[in-house]
């Protein structure tokens, strides 16, 4: 067992509180339940599918310990391991709650918010965001067996707040442990009608002990009472027997009686009397006797007799009619048995008779028939039997005598014994037994028939002889042994018959001395003579030279020892004194100069073979010439600059030297040793860190082509920690977006191209042209109203529909005329030098209009010789084409030109929020410029963000005239000269735009005064009189304004 119980209370009202103790943790325990002693963590899986778990510790009050493991051997202690540092480890940034583990399955920048959570205390996991963690306290079921659990609050870190309630018919709760039930067994009615019940211990573990009381005091325990019963109405008694109940209450029972109908002193209480028996009815008499039973009453018992055919009669048991007492053998052997009356009531009357005497009798047992037990003569012939007590109690006692007297007593004896008769002696020995009585033994002699001194007594005696009958000597050799005698042993000769000879053992006959290779290398060996006694004349042969010979050893060959190439591959050999008597002093060189004498030169050495580095660095030799030693070179595998040569290098060294970690990254190295490597940290600006590799700060999702076709991508935010917040814009609709995922169904590139550049104002739908056959034209229409322009906003604030109020046209050259102040867009200006039109447009006077416009500061609207990008192409005017600026390819790749007559406009392809006139646009901006964002700042304007830190501090700038907003777009451009600010005029003095307002509502005498005193209030310019700038006023307004000179003021 792995948990011990203790019970504090062993009172039997004291319940379900034992205690259960895990014996590996004496901390670990239940009460009124086992204890839970293993928690293997690992059991919810917390490091994965792909990672091994190893619960360090299985105890419950152990959490956090468990290991994960990946299959490249990184681990992590009470959290998933990070198997791969890919570019987006989501769980980098710690996404889960406190208590949580964090497992990526995917680091791959395109598998976002497929983190999973997992509880590690509780349960509970999720795929995305934080887990919501359960622990419910009711799992572990310590409310016990007939309770029920109800935890109210299951979150993490909230313990003791479950709730055990008992079931029914038991009552009872508690909080924070198993509740102790009362049970009133009176809860459940269990008396009769009328009876009252009473329960005076409500536990379980008291059942059965309420109590039942009738009315009359009749009562009953853990049953209904029986209030009013009489005994004998069931019939109790026996046939032939009287019942009587003397009180029929309930509380009195087992009190009937019976009495016996023929004998009334025969009675029973509680239970039917015995009124008569029968003795014989059980027949108790043998087999052929007669029972009789004279008085069959229950207080005469054993008086009935068994009487036999022959008068026998036995009372209280069967008779024994006849029995002959022989049959049981009831006289020993050598006896006849007779028995003179078989009768059964004559016993002890038989006789026994001996058989070798019939006078020897006994009545009643056995005789006793001995006599002089010689008289059989059980002796042996020749042996005197003799019986010393010739008595029937002394038996077995006589002797038998030999005439050696030899004696034995109770049988015949064994008078002699030649031992020789078993042949003890071995071959060629004589066996002599001295005496051969029984009782004179072992003392038989062996006596060897060759040399009679030789014997042996109780036993073979040694009579060697030829020491050459076993054959000691070898094959083909001849043994002779001189003295065949004991004393003479190990004498024996062999001989081989070549003269050569061994005593007392095999002889060796021959040895080739040549067998042991005992010359040179290179030298023959010859045995002239293999007799074993011919040894030391084995002859040594030079190869080279056959005169040179030795005997008994090696011969002396040496001349020229190089040429039997002694060095190794690649090695010159050179002996230089090529005599016999100088020998082993050639020399071998290698080819980088190193040599040896005598011997191969070892020409190279790679001192790394030895592993002279310490761990985790690389060793390489660059010269492994086995002359130039010492210089081999260390290199750490951690820092390949740090090297040293002939010896171990430092490696020891912070490993943010080397600058491990990306630009703008904090480096830090927790423990700057050897055995802790790979530990820094790299940590971005905004808090995204990552272990022994750089940190992946930022993360432009746009990367992973997250939008459909025809949509563009910008991520506002590409901050690591900051995603899911990339936007998808349809590239023919601009108005089309999504966040966090692609827009899907976008127009077709044809079908609203224009309006993709949001050139409507606020207020305001655009939508292709239904009555045009271009596809470039669209329609701006004024939400709630009628009024519509073609290709361009429409002037939705226009009083009354008439655009002229306005000032669209060049004051200083151009008259304008609304035919129909319904419809917008359908002005006309008519140049008053040349008599060029356009409608809805600004005319395109030539330069006479250039000059006037320089006259009076005031912007242009020219747009008739744009190219077919220009949203004005219905110019009618006769002025001679601008050339196109875009043929030059000034805006370059990646950006789009569209020519707007007198200047161009570069738009960037991968956000046409971003657009610069006569210049190329800057398309790589930060994720904090606003002017990438949206289409801030309507048709032609530019967008310019200089501080990318701050909101809405982008400045919007007109392409055709000289108009700014800061933080919103230029109302309208149209509107005249000057900057879209709180001064009503610029800083050149031109005249404001209420001016021309004015001067186009017909308030020429009012204008001119108001302005002459606006003059010298703003400008301090007394210079200018009312007269000077009412005849300065162009004639803008048609025929009213013709003769503006002639007004008098």
């Given amino acids: 067992m792995d948990q011990t119980c203790n019970d504090p209370n062993v009172a039997a009202n004291s319940l379900h509180d034992f205690e259960c103790i895990c014996n590996a943790d004496m901390m670990v325990k239940m009460v009124d339940g086992p204890a839970t002693c293993v928690d293997d963590e690992c059991a919810t899986s917390p490091c994965g599918m792909t990672q091994t778990c190893t619960d360090l510790n299985t105890s419950p009050m152990s959490t956090g310990d468990f290991e994960c493991e990946c299959g490249n051997g990184v681990k992590a202690t009470g959290m998933p391991a ?19 583990s964090c497992l990526d399955p995917d680091t791959t920048a395109m598998s976002l918010l497929d983190f999973v959570c997992s509880c590690v205390t509780g349960v509970g996991n999720n795929v995305g965001s934080p887990a919501a963690c359960v622990d419910d306290e009711c799992a572990s079921s310590p409310c016990g067996s007939g309770q029920t659990c109800v935890d109210a609050d299951t979150s993490v870190g909230s313990t003791g707040d479950f709730t055990c309630t008992c079931t029914s018919p038991k009552t009872g709760s508690a909080m924070g442990s198993a509740a102790v039930c009362a049970l009133d067994e009176c809860s459940a ?38 209030c009013d019963v009489d005994e004998c109405l069931p019939s109790p008694c026996g046939t032939g027997q009287t019942c009587s109940d003397p009180n029929t209450a309930s509380n009195s029972l087992h009190d009937f009686e ?188 062996c006596v060897c028939d060759k040399d009679a ?125 090529l005599t016999l008597q100088s020998t082993h002093d050639f020399v071998c060189t290698c080819s980088n100069g190193v040599t040896a004498t005598g011997a191969p030169a070892s020409c190279e050495k790679d001192e790394c073979e030895d592993e002279p580095c310490g761990k985790q660095q690389t060793c390489n030799d660059p010269n492994k010439a086995a002359n130039v030693l010492h210089d081999f070179v260390c290199t750490c595998d951690n820092f390949p600059q740090l090297t040293a040569v002939d010896g171990p290098a430092t490696c020891d060294k912070n490993e943010c030297a080397g600058n491990p970690c990306g630009m703008d990254q904090q480096c830090n190295d927790p423990v700057q040793t050897l055995e802790s490597l790979h530990d820094f940290t790299c940590t971005c600006a905004n808090g995204v860190s990552a272990v022994n590799v750089a940190a992946t700060c930022e993360l432009n999702e746009c990367d992973a082509d997250p939008c459909g076709d ?87 604030a226009v009083p009354d529909g008439d655009e002229c109020l306005l000032a669209p046209c060049d004051v200083g050259s ?94 960037c392809d991968d956000n046409e929020n971003l657009r610069k006139k006569d210049g190329r646009a800057e398309c790589s901006v930060g994720k904090d410029n606003e002017c990438a964002r949206s289409n801030l700042c309507g048709e032609k304007q530019s967008c310019e963000d200089k501080d990318e830190g701050g909101e809405e501090n982008f400045v919007c700038s007109c392409w055709e005239s000289d108009m700014k907003s800061t933080g919103s777009a230029v109302d309208n451009c149209r509107l005249g000269a000057g900057n879209n600010s709180d001064d009503d005029e610029d800083d050149d003095g031109g005249i404001p735009w209420w001016v021309w307002l004015l001067v186009a509502l017909g308030a020429t005498l009012l204008t001119c005064a108001m302005y002459a005193g606006y003059r010298k209030h703003k400008m301090n310019d007394d210079d ?26």
């Fill in 453 to 577: 001194s030789l014997k042996a007594v109780d036993g073979p005696a040694t009579c060697d002889k030829d020491e050459c009958v076993s054959m000691p000597c070898g094959a083909g050799q001849t043994c002779t042994d001189p003295v065949q005698s004991l004393q003479s042993l190990t004498d024996f000769v062999c001989d081989c018959g070549n003269g050569v000879t061994a005593i007392g053992g095999a002889a060796v006959c021959e040895v080739d001395e040549c067998l042991a290779s005992p010359c040179g290398l290179g030298q023959s060996c010859s045995d002239p003579n293999i007799a074993a006694n011919k040894l030391h004349d084995f002859v040594c042969t030079c190869p080279n030279d056959a005169s040179l010979t030795a005997i008994d050893g090696p011969a002396t060959c040496d001349k020229d020892e190089c040429k039997y190439n002694p060095c190794g591959a690649g090695q010159t050999c050179q002996d230089p004194t």
């Fill in 814 to 907: 151009q008259d304008c005329m609304d035919p129909n102040p319904s419809q917008s867009g359908d002005f006309v200006c008519t140049c008053r030098y040349g008599g060029n039109t356009e409608t809805g447009a600004s005319a395109d006077c030539g330069s006479a209009s250039s000059d006037s416009r320089s006259n009076s500061g005031s912007g242009s609207d020219s747009n008739t010789n744009s190219n077919s990008n220009s949203m004005d192409s219905d110019s009618t005017g006769s002025s001679p084409p601008t050339p196109n600026s875009c043929k030059s390819k000034p805006c370059g790749d990646e950006q789009t030109c569209s020519d707007y007559g007198e200047y161009f406009v570069c738009t």
């Fill in 82 to 100: 990070v198997c791969n540092m890919g570019t987006n480890d989501e769980c980098m940034t710690m996404p889960c709650g406190t208590g949580q």
């Fill in 710 to 796: 025809g949509e563009t991508c910008s991520d506002p935010d590409t901050s690591f920690v900051v995603q899911h917040n990339f936007v998808c814009r349809c590239k023919s609709d601009l108005t089309k977006t999504k966040v966090d995922g692609p827009v899907g169904n976008c127009p077709m590139p044809g079908e609203t191209r224009q309006c993709a550049a949001m050139p409507c104002g606020p207020g305001q739908t655009c939508s292709a042209s239904s009555d045009s056959s271009s596809s470039s034209d669209f329609v701006c229409s004024c939400d709630g109203s009628a009024i519509t322009k073609l290709n361009g906003p429409a002037n939705c």
């Fill in 1024 to 1049: 200018l009189t009312l007269n000077e700038f009412c005849e300065s006023v162009p004639q803008n307004h048609g025929n009213e304004m013709r003769n503006l000179e002639t007004v008098q003021v």
């Fill in 189 to 226: 009615a269990p008396c009769g009608a009328g009876q009252t019940c009473d329960d005076p211990v409500k536990l379980p573990s008291s059942l059965l002990d309420y109590t039942c009381s009738c009315s009359n005091g009749a009562m009953a325990v853990g049953a209904p009472a029986s």
């Fill in 258 to 445: 019976c009495v016996c109908d023929n004998d009334m002193t025969l009675r029973a209480v509680d239970g039917p009397a015995t009124c008569s028996k029968d003795e014989c009815a059980s027949m108790p008499c043998g087999m052929g006797q007669t029972c009789n039973d004279p008085s069959p009453t229950p207080s005469s018992l054993l008086d009935y007799t068994c009487t036999c055919g022959n008068g026998v009669v036995a009372t209280g048991a069967a008779a024994v009619c006849d029995g002959d007492e022989c049959a049981n053998s009831p006289c020993g052997s050598g006896q006849t048995c007779s028995d003179p009356n078989t009768a059964s009531n004559s016993l002890h009357d038989f006789v026994c008779t001996c058989d070798n005497d019939n006078s020897l009798t006994r009545v009643d047992g056995p005789a006793t028939c001995d006599k002089d037990e010689c008289a059989s003569m059980p002796c042996g012939m020749g042996q005197t039997c003799n019986d010393p007590k010739k008595e029937f109690g002394s038996l077995h006692d006589f002797t038998c005598t030999c005439g050696n007297g030899v004696m034995t007593t109770g049988a015949s004896a064994v008078c002699e014994t030649d031992e020789c008769a078993a042949m003890p002696c071995g071959t060629g020995q004589t066996c002599n037994d001295p005496n051969m009585a029984t009782n004179s033994l072992h003392d038989f002699e």
